[in-house]
């Protein structure tokens, strides 16, 4: 009774991940907490004005040392950006195909389906595409080992 083992992975093309917990706080807004620093902000200062904390701007500038640990320039464009998949989610949730969600972003339409594919969420048994855990696996999977 129920679904065969392993029924997701052949579902997805990829194997199940487990969860590490909470997603992080994004790198666009770590970006944006070091760049108020370097305007001379303080900590919880930097903080409030990224819309976090102030112990977790202090926590930040404790680890790092006073400096940032991520690079401060804009990505490239090569990646795909969170705004782009909470486009992609959007679009998605209208029903619209990756052809037509690829032409709205310019982007490929390989691109768009890989992403689809690789970051469905899998609660519940269904493949809903859900933008920030979308982000979140790939900002877990670009990390240096």
Not at 17 to 25: L, Q, V
Not at 100 to 105: G, V, Y
Request: glycine share 10%; proline share 7%.
């Amino acid at each position: 009774m129920g679904r065969p083992a392993g029924w997701m992975t052949t579902r997805t093309g990829r194997p199940a991940m487990r969860s590490p917990g909470r997603p992080p706080i994004r790198r666009d807004v770590e970006r944006a907490f070091w760049r108020k620093i370097a305007e001379r902000l303080t900590s919880e200062d930097a903080a409030l004005a990224c819309g976090v904390s102030g112990p977790v701007g202090s926590r930040w500038f404790r680890e790092g040392g006073g400096m940032p640990l991520i690079e401060l320039s804009s990505p490239s464009g090569r990646y795909l950006s969170f705004v782009e998949r909470e486009e992609i989610a959007l679009l998605k949730a209208q029903h619209k195909g990756v052809r037509e969600i690829a032409r709205c972003l310019g982007r490929s339409p390989s691109t768009i389906s890989r992403e689809l594919r690789r970051n469905a969420a899998t609660r519940g048994g269904r493949l809903d595409y859900r933008a920030s855990i979308a982000q979140w696996k790939a900002e877990l999977m670009a990390r240096r080992p």
